[in-house]
């Protein structure tokens, strides 16, 4: 079996043991030496019991042989999973012994391997996903779907997606893609052109087909930061044709378009924690003769997120801190549209779109309800100068005159694939109309793809899409004889997409009736998955314009050193594979389908082949140059049929190496009577209950918990024995008085040992190397807190004068084994003869 390497500061249990017996302890405990890791298959299959393995580190101390009062604890348990089936459940709980008394909980110090859940109890029983904090007496940690040696992390299959009509068949626009931590795949949309107070978002999981957990859905939005209210509570409304940015500084937050009472700016929506994450307003929605009714967007440029209000002003957020760009809202590059004072909430018309450091707009400035009427126009804005752009100084013409409108912005690419201009289609002639511009301001041929709609169709952005076979743009429509369609165009081949129906319609999807607003592309499935005004999501293929998208996938990224907390190094040896579980692989075609090897951050590092037997090889790839991979399996099947509610195919990504930990940490108490922690584990998985070794450490006394000991040497003044007998009145000096012992005499010492510390001392002993008989008299002894103990003894002196010095040694009361004593400050008395009328020896 694989060894374990020692941790670096283990915390040895208290035991009174030989050394035989001492190391055969340690081997079985696992502390002080090595002890079984994580099996190879072949030995876990012999395997008859998992096994739970404790020990500890000092993390304030490291390497002591014990912890002191205040110290801070890490305790760690090593799952060995010996049960062979393929996933199983497994359960550990780790009560903290003395929780709140002997020791207590670290907030947030609980550790989980990946693809465990974590929980805190405060009472022992009852858990709880959410950390109390210093009042949690037992953590556990639990995994519904541990493999092998548990040194693997899988992600779910997602099945092809089925048309999902949501609770409410609200007014959904452009879903919003998330992977949750669990792998599972959801779709968030807002509802556009929303009233402020009405229930709006919405979250369905594309990997049960059902809405997400959290509902009732829609939720309404609200400025003040929090959990997503119901019913008609909300404070935001939503524009007409919003546009979503996800914050690639703050993973799982999506900002978006928000409208208020008094102003125009930037919501958050947290999609983890399902959650109000505040509102920017960047624009009062007063002002005339133009004012802010609404605004589009919003897209990013670098690291600000940018939006057009009615006005035609830009405006801008800092992403760093969340703020208003500074000077903003900018000078307008487009005309307004629906600014007028008398129609509050007004919505824009138009949309943006964003090449490099360059932001472009689309207006439709309609008499009927703006302060200026005339043709679409486009307008861009630099975002480096923060003005318009050179060649834009005047918004540029997107139709012949103010009957015509738009709702989309979007950018033109070469056959190269490199954004080249700007376009808009718009509505209001006989056929769709398309007016491009070059990214200069210049005149720019447009694509015919769309010019075979009627005029009557709406157009709306499309999503584009860049594979290793081109750039395609798949434009949402509908629209008088359209209930609902996809247009694809090939910008490599400058023509409407080969294969794909012009346009692609979606029969089988609430009877054709889609009314498409928008699609994401999900580059783990290759599906793109849309959404319209039916308040239907759906899948579409690419390449086919299929509904369902009949693709599977996942991604799964591997950090091996997130399976450990013990502070070791060495516990990961190499990736081994990648592979497919619980999927029959005769429904998988191979030549369409594939494998990718990234750095988390999407940097390529392999491209291995998908074998057979549904397995990748990644031995190769160096754990120590890559210390963390994402796999993405991208699949097209041929059926859908291991896709049911009791069989949920999955990727799973392994590597080789120890078996992975569970760690917390706690502090130990300042309480001088705490002497020792403790702590045991336990848990259950297919293999039945289990139980850890008990690991016991010793506490050693603290700064604020050691004895305060000192000596006082003292010699008897009186002529009369009597009086210097022990308990005599003496009287005791530290000097005798001169003559008394003439030339030669008989010296009565006393010393005092006294302990002011708020503990006891141990193995108390005097030092006299004058005076042999007086450590001989004091022996060894304890000393408890706040007394005192007075030894007596005598000795002959042969030379006068005489200074006699002493001190005591002792350890802390409870001190482990070895414990080094301490020594006090010396003291010393003076013997004086006849000599010391010229001056005695001097003593302290």
Not at 177 to 194: F, K, Q
Not at 229 to 245: H, K, N, R, W
Not at 570 to 595: C, F, K
Request: hydrophobic content about 35%; charged content about 10%; overall charge negative.
């Amino acid at each position: 079996m694989l060894k374990s390497p020692r941790p670096p500061h283990p915390i040895h249990p208290l035991r009174a043991v030989t050394a035989a017996a001492l190391t055969s302890a340690l081997l079985l405990f696992g502390l002080g030496a090595t002890a079984p890791g994580a099996a190879g298959a072949a030995e876990n299959d012999t395997a008859t019991a998992s096994a739970l393995v404790k020990s500890a580190q000092n993390v304030t101390h490291p390497g002591a042989a014990a912890a002191d009062h205040g110290d801070t604890v890490n305790w760690t348990v090593r799952y060995d999973n010996a049960a062979t089936a393929a996933a199983s459940a497994a359960t550990i709980t780790d009560p903290i012994a003395g929780a709140g008394t002997a020791q207590t909980y670290v907030p947030g110090s609980l550790h989980a391997p990946p693809g465990w859940t974590p929980s805190w109890s405060t009472d022992g029983n009852g858990f709880t996903t959410t950390d109390p904090g210093t009042a949690t007496t037992a953590v556990r940690a639990e995994n519904g779907t541990v493999r092998g040696t548990g040194t693997s992390l899988a992600a779910p299959l997602l099945a092809p997606v089925r048309p999902t009509p949501q609770s409410t068949g609200g007014d959904g626009f452009t879903p919003i893609l998330h992977r949750t931590a669990a792998g599972e795949v959801r779709s968030w949309n807002i509802y556009h052109h929303a009233a402020r107070t009405a229930p709006q978002a919405v979250c369905s999981s594309l990997s049960t087909g059902q809405p997400c957990t959290g509902g009732p859905w829609p939720r309404p939005l609200n400025t003040t930061a929090g959990p997503l209210g119901s019913g008609a509570t909300g404070d935001i409304g939503s524009p007409l044709t919003p546009q979503y940015v996800l914050d690639p500084q703050h993973p799982g937050q999506v900002l978006y378009p928000a409208v208020t009472a008094t102003a125009v700016g930037v919501g958050c929506l947290d999609l983890d924690a399902q959650a109000n994450c505040g509102f920017v307003a960047l624009e009062s929605t007063g002002g005339t003769p133009s004012r802010a009714n609404s605004l589009a967007g919003l897209v990013r440029a670098g690291d600000s997120v940018y939006g057009v209000s009615t006005t035609g002003e830009v405006l801008c957020l800092s992403l760093a801190d969340r703020t208003p760009c500074a000077g903003q809202p900018y000078a307008p590059v487009v005309a307004a549209n629906h600014d007028l004072p008398s129609t509050p909430g007004a919505l824009y018309l138009g949309a943006l779109t964003v090449v490099g450091d360059k932001v472009f707009a689309s207006s439709s400035p309609q008499g009927s309800g703006s302060t200026v009427s005339g043709p679409p126009a486009l307008g861009c804005f630099d975002t480096a100068t923060r003005t318009v752009c050179a060649g834009w100084e005047s918004p540029h013409p997107a139709g012949p005159d103010s009957g015509y409108y738009t709702y989309d912005a979007y950018t033109s690419y070469d056959t190269a694939g490199h954004p080249d201009g700007v376009c808009t289609s718009t509505v209001g002639g006989a056929h769709v109309l398309t007016t491009c511009y070059g990214l200069d301001g210049s005149a720019h041929s447009a694509p015919a793809t769309l010019s075979t709609l009627a005029g009557n169709v709406l157009t709306f952005n499309p999503e584009t899409v860049t594979t290793d076979t081109g750039t395609r743009s798949y434009f949402p429509v509908w629209g008088g004889t359209v209930a609902g369609a996809t247009v694809c165009h090939d910008w490599t081949t400058a023509a409407p997409c080969a294969g794909f129906p012009l346009p692609a319609s979606h029969p089988g999807v609430n009877g054709g009736a889609t009314r498409d607003y928008g699609y994401a592309y999900d580059a783990t499935t290759r599906c793109l998955i849309g959404l319209g005004d039916a308040g239907v999501l759906f899948s579409l293929d690419p390449a086919s314009g299929a509904t369902p998208c009949v693709h599977s996938g996942a991604a799964v990224t591997l950090r091996p050193a997130d399976f450990y907390c013990d502070g070791a190094t060495g516990h990961v040896q190499g990736y081994t594979r990648a592979r497919l579980t619980d999927i029959d692989l005769s429904h998988v075609d191979p030549a369409a389908s594939r494998a990718l090897v990234t750095d988390p951050d999407g940097t390529p590092v392999a491209a291995p082949a998908l074998a057979p037997d549904g397995t990748v090889d990644l031995s190769g790839i160096s754990a120590t140059a890559h210390p963390a991979i994402t796999v993405t399996a991208q699949l097209v099947l041929t059926s859908t049929a291991d896709f049911t509610t009791d069989n949920h195919p999955a990727l799973v990504v392994e590597y080789r190496g120890d078996a992975p930990q569970i760690c917390f940490r706690t502090t130990v108490t300042p309480d001088c009577a705490t002497t020792s922690v403790t702590n045991t584990a336990t848990g259950t998985d297919a293999t039945g209950a289990l139980t850890s070794n008990t690991v016991t450490t010793a506490v050693a006394p603290g700064a604020g918990c050691r004895p305060r000991v000192s000596v006082e040497k003292e010699i008897c003044g009186s002529g009369n024995p009597h009086d210097c007998e022990p308990g005599g009145p003496g009287p005791w000096a530290k000097t005798s008085p001169v003559g008394l012992l003439r030339l030669l005499g008989h010296a009565h010492w006393r010393i005092t040992v006294t302990n002011d510390g708020p503990v006891d001392a141990a193995s108390v002993t005097v030092n006299d190397a004058v005076t042999p008989g007086c450590r001989q008299a004091a022996g060894t002894f304890a000393l408890a807190a706040g007394t005192s103990r007075a030894v007596y003894c005598d000795s002959l002196l042969l030379a006068l004068p005489l200074k006699n010095t002493a001190s005591a040694s002792f350890v802390p009361a409870n001190s482990p084994p070895g414990t080094a004593p301490a020594t006090t400050a010396p003291s010393s008395a003076v013997a004086c003869s006849l000599l010391c009328i010229l001056g005695a020896p001097g003593s302290d």
